[in-house]
């Protein structure tokens, strides 16, 4: 049971390129969510889907598309890579919307625009 | 605008020692409030939560206390060991709602 993977670990992109970081869960789980950290700013929101074919935005969201066509994969597709972008993104699934929600997350993907 | 402020930004306990971190929020809309602990490198795992409906929560050494009508709450970390020594988030949730309102985190290092 590896949880929630995320692949690549680091990625280097010049400012214009586009990549997809993706995230895959194995917990059956129909929450699935990105965030990215900057440092000393926490965690914001991006997009998160309540399950496959639904998505929606986050806090912010600009810049990022995602989609969700399998109960096991979320991946977050950057277009146009600006330097704004460079951050720590992570994937995070839950089997709940309400009561203890327990959000696991992947070990992240590093992202530097240059 | 949903917010969850966070202090201090960092702190420094030496071993042995409590370590406090302390969040207010102003949405009284909210239902769940959990901690979140990260490692360097690693993303965040969830430490303990707590209902509103309850004062005090404890597991281990970790302890929430929660102040409904001041909309504080705080971790408190008893006997704090090097191995504490991480990020800690504080987050909320709005009732319906499945995502997560984080504060911007607490740096801590226990000195040995």
């Known amino acids: 049971n590896a949880g929630v993977t995320q692949t690549p670990k680091f990625r280097i992109l010049k400012i214009g390129q586009s990549m997809t970081l993706q995230c895959a869960q194995d917990m059956n789980h129909n929450y699935m969510y990105w965030y990215r950290q900057d440092p000393g700013m926490g965690l914001k929101l991006i997009y998160y889907s309540v399950g496959a074919g639904i998505t929606d935005k986050g806090e912010v969201p600009n810049g990022y598309n995602v989609s969700r066509s399998t109960t096991e994969d979320f991946p977050l597709r950057l277009e146009l890579a600006a330097p704004s972008q460079t951050s720590v993104y992570f994937c995070?699934?839950?089997?709940?919307?309400?009561?203890?929600?327990?959000?696991?997350f992947g070990a992240g993907t590093r992202l530097s625009v240059l | 605008q949903q917010q969850v402020k966070q202090s201090p930004q960092s702190l420094i306990v030496q071993k042995g020692g409590i370590s406090i971190i302390n969040c207010a929020y102003e949405n009284t809309a909210f239902d769940y409030f959990p901690w979140y602990q990260q490692f360097p490198g690693k993303g965040p795992a969830l430490l303990i939560a707590i209902r509103p409906d309850v004062s005090e929560k404890k597991e281990g050494r970790f302890t929430i206390s929660f102040n409904k009508s001041a909309k504080q709450f705080s971790l408190h970390i008893m006997d704090s060991q090097p191995g504490d020594s991480a990020t800690y988030f504080c987050a909320a949730r709005v009732a319906g709602y499945s995502t997560l309102t984080f504060g911007k985190g607490t740096m801590l290092l226990v000195s040995p």
């Open positions: 995070a699934s839950s089997q709940l919307g309400q009561g203890e929600n327990i959000q696991y």
